[in-house]
Every structure is written in structure tokens, then in C-alpha cells.
């Protein structure tokens, strides 16, 4: 009998997990962009309205959160400047270099706008905001989507499901917020934002679909590796299971009365469940995908730092992350705009 050994080395992974924290805090802040945009241009009383003031602490959080991570990722200054120095457009990653800024002030000045109330002006920035908004969209999809040396990121739906991710981790981070402001979560209009979550649900199981047919057609290799993956490793198989049952779980969890979805440990639950999803799927994306060799059979071993390079940097940003959502809820408790104050009792009466 012939006994082969495969040996699997230790590697250097690209993508740090920085990145995952870039892309699961940008998600959030474009497609919190996007609904902020769409809520401003319904009236003040309206149910869509009584959604900004959660979605002004959650934008304005993100956009500073998500380019601490992005900073990181790149490790030192020389290569944030090395972008603005020597200008390459065919990179996506130049691109952003500019695009990203412009969000970045875009939203803050949005958030501002709101606070103070200048419903004027603030409808002129959101029609900007949503322009830059997917501008970074398309640029953080493609700038993965076009290594065609990794097949399981060379596909059109990599972008699509960043996005709608994004926004199921919105809507998610939407309910994890309003507990802290005024008139908790009840004030929320809690049957439209069950809504929107099941849209999102059904719209990332149409994509999956579409993904598998345009496989099954041979016109998606990225469809062709991972039906490799998924025969020959079982933490695929586990990966993809996991996908279903989490998707099935978010829809049970959003199919309960408006009663129960705001209360306080359900809202909580279903919060994390939305934001742990579209977390995960980017880990499984970045770090999972990096560990399949080019060339050659097997995986390989990553093993996580503890240090800023790892599981420290992960707590780090979202300890950034929630030190801003706590210091802006306070303030908007502490100094409420006209319609931040208004809103809360109309809703708890009639939700």
C-alpha cells in the first residue's frame, strides 16, 4: 500500500482581518446611506422618517469607524500617500483612494444637516450621498471581484451580495440603536422594517439562485470551485449549510408581530443575528477563500494573531465602533432636534 502525505503550510494571509471589518463597516455605511437618502424625501411624520434618527448615529458612526479599519489594513502611511502620489486609474483600489473621502464627508455632513435641521440643504447633500454612496459600493466590489486568480471572487454576484448584506446588516444595526434612543425600539415603525428585512432576505436567496443556474449553465466559474470545495472539504459543506439555516432563521425571526419584535431581548437578538450574518459571510469571503490554495490540493492553515493583526484588532474596531454609537445616542438624547423629539410618542401611540 502507497501512503501519500500532503503537507500543508503556515502562510501569510493578504487580507488581514482588518479588511473584514473594512467591508462589514462600509457595507453598512453605503447601504445606511442609501435608506437615509430614501427617508429624507418622505414627509417629516412619516413612518420612513421616524427611521433617520437611528440610521444619523449609525451612518455617522460607520463613516468614521470603517477608515480606521481601512488605515490599518494598509499598515503603515507610506501606502495611503503611495495612492495620491502616483495616481493609477485602472485600480480600483486608486479609485477609492478618492471616492472614499468624498462618502466619508458626504455622510457627516448629511448627519449634520439632519441635526440641525435644514431640510433644504439636506435634500441636496443626500442626492449627492446616494451617487457617492454607490460609487463605493461598485468600487469595494470590484476592487475583490477582479482578482480572476481566485475564481470564488471573480463573479458579478460578489458585489451584490456585499451590498445586500450591507443592508441586512442595517436593518439589523437599525434595531441594535433605536434601543438607545428616544422611545426605544417600539418607536421604530416596526412592521416596515420587517418588511424590509424579509425583501432583503428573499432578495439574497434570488441572487444565491441566480448564482447557482448561471453555474449549472457554465457560465460562472466561481459556481464551478465552489462545488469543488464543497465535495471534497466538509467545512464547506458546513460553510453553506450554515447559510441556509441562518437565512431561513433571520425570516422566522422577522415573521413575528411587531409585539414581539420590539421587545427588548427579541430586538437584540434579531439585531446581532443580521449583523453576525453579513460579519461571517465577509470572514468566509476574505480569510476562508484565502486559505484555498491556487495551485495544488488541500488548504491552508491560517492561524489568527492575538495581536493587532488578528483578534485584537477585530475587538478594537468594534470597541471604536461602539464607543461612537454610544457618544452619538448620547448626544441625541442630551441635544435632540425638533423632529427626534416629536417622533417617539407618535409612534409608540401608533405603531
Known sequence: MEIIELLTPAYEAAWLPW?????????????????????????????????????????ASSAVAAP??????????????????HF???????????LLPVFVT??????????????????VVAVLLAFSALSILVYTGMEVMVVRSRPLWNTIFLPINFALTGWLATLGGILLVARWLPGGVKALPLPLLRRLGVVAVIA??????????????GHDQSF???TRLFDS?????????????????????LSRPPRVLGGSRYSLMAALVMMAAAWIFRWIVFMSVQGVPKYGAGLYLYSMPLGGDGLMGIVGVFGLWAALLAV?????????????????????AGN
Open 19 to 59: 479588511a473584514v471589518q473594512y467591508f462589514f463597516l462600509i457595507g453598512i455605511c453605503t447601504t445606511t446611506a442609501l435608506t437615509a437618502v430614501a427617508c429624507a424625501f418622505t414627509g417629516p411624520h412619516s413612518k420612513s422618517a421616524r427611521l433617520l434618527p437611528a440610521l444619523v448615529v449609525l451612518l
Open 68 to 85: 480606521v479599519s481601512l488605515l490599518a489594513d494598509l499598515h503603515q502611511p507610506g501606502r495611503f500617500w503611495h495612492f495620491y502620489a
Open 88 to 98: 493609477t486609474p485602472w485600480s480600483w483600489m486608486s479609485l477609492g483612494a478618492y
Open 106 to 123: 458626504l455622510s457627516l455632513a448629511f448627519c449634520l444637516l439632519w441635526w440641525l435641521g435644514r431640510s433644504g440643504w439636506l435634500r
Open 204 to 217: 439574497l436567496a434570488l441572487c444565491t439562485s441566480a448564482w447557482i443556474v448561471m453555474g449549472l449553465m
Open 224 to 226: 464551478i470551485a465552489a
Open 233 to 253: 472539504f466538509p467545512a464547506w459543506r458546513m460553510s453553506f449549510a450554515g447559510s441556509v439555516f441562518t437565512g431561513a432563521g433571520i425570516v422566522v425571526l
Open 328 to 348: 452619538l445616542t448620547y448626544l441625541l438624547e442630551r441635544y435632540p432636534t425638533r423632529t427626534s423629539r416629536s417622533y417617539a410618542p407618535l409612534a409608540v
